[in-house]
Each structure stands twice: as C-alpha cells, then as structure tokens.
C-alpha cells in the first residue's frame, strides 16, 4: 500500500473511533509509523487531511442518493432521495458531522474548490426537484432555493436527532423525518395522496 493510502487508512480509523477531533497530524502520524514533519510531505495541513475524509464521505453519500434513480417516476425519485439522505446520516453518523455540522468544515474539494451549491449531492436534489417541476409535481419557480429550503429541513431534522435533542427511538425518530417533509411538500404544491404515500414509505 502507498504511504498515502496507509495514511488515509489511519486516518480514516481515527476519524470512526473518534470523530474528526480526533484526526490531528500527530496522532496519524503515530498511527502510520511516520513523523509528524513526513505527513507534511503528502499532506499540507490537518484541514487539507480533513477534506480528503470529506470528499470520502460525499462519494458514498451520493452512493446513497443514486439508489432513488431506481425508482420509476419523478415522484418516487424524489421520495426516496429523501429517504436515502436519511439512511447515508443514520448509518454514516460521523461523516454526516464532518460534512454537515462542523462550525468550520473545509468544502469537500478543498478551499480553493466549487462551492457547496456544485458539490454533486446537492445537484442530485437540485435535479430532482427541477424533475418534479417539469412533470407539474411540484409548483415552484426555482428549482435550487427549493432544493436549499428542503436541505435546510431535512439537515434541522436529523442534526436535532444526531445531538441528542429529541428523545426518540431511531423508528420513532424516522416516521417524524417522514412526516415532516411530506408535509413540507405539500407546501410546493406535491398532491396530498402522493405526500400521504412518501409518509408511509410506499
């Protein structure tokens, strides 16, 4: 294995055990068997370390995403898009810190990078959305601040859930995530049976 790759390895393992607080030059360097100042030489600093883990976790969050193209109609997209945004932070729980709810999180190709509005996972819910539209699922007039306003819902949502603020069951806490936002598109014009069937997860 190249030394870059045993170092990602190290670092990747710290980040699961411990968080991304846990992920600091020394502390890789230890675990790889290096000094501190040979980490230098394949990364320049902790941030740049850090948005290497970043950009791990978006490629397999938009793993997760991708599954809703199996699905049929726009609307079944759409719905499952969500569903999957669930299952990526539930089952991925650090990587949905580091991505999401650090104060000061890197962008996840680097600070001289696209911004988050061209990071792929965002397009994917940009592209479902304009996809509703288009088939008149959804009334709505700008596909991207739809696709921030849910973001924005769905990120509340499971961010209150991941920090211990709701006292729910993880199944208690998903049929609350399904509820809410078939309400929240209602809201963009979705018709009642088709939000009511997004709820249940049909």
């Known amino acids: 294995m190249e ?27 230890a675990r790889v068997g290096l000094t501190p100042m040979a980490l ?17 976790g978006h490629s397999v969050f938009l793993q997760y995403l991708q599954r809703a193209l199996a699905e049929p109609s726009p609307g079944g997209r759409l719905a499952r898009s969500g569903f999957e945004y669930l299952n990526f932070a539930l089952e991925h729980r650090q990587d949905y810190r580091m991505m999401f709810m650090m104060a000061s999180a890197p962008r ?26 288009a088939t008149g699922l959804l009334k709505i007039d700008n596909p991207e601040r739809t696709a921030l306003c849910v973001w924005a819902h769905v990120h509340g949502l499971v961010s209150l859930y991941l920090t211990n603020k709701l006292e729910l069951s993880e199944t208690q806490f998903r049929d609350l995530y399904a509820r809410s936002v078939a309400d929240l ?18």
């Open 108 to 133: 996840p190709s680097g600070a001289e990078g696209p911004s988050w509005r061209d990071v792929a996972t965002f397009r994917f819910l940009v592209d479902r959305i304009r996809e509703g539209a």
């Open 3 to 29: 030394t870059r790759d045993r170092i990602l390895a190290a670092a990747r393992a710290l980040f699961l055990k411990h968080g991304a607080e846990g992920v600091g030059m020394r502390a890789v360097a």
């Open 185 to 202: 598109m209602l809201a963009f014009g979705w018709p009642r049976e088709p939000a009511a069937q997004a709820a249940s997860g049909q």
């Open 40 to 56: 230098y030489r394949h990364f320049r600093s902790k941030e740049a370390l850090h948005n290497v883990l970043i950009e791990q």
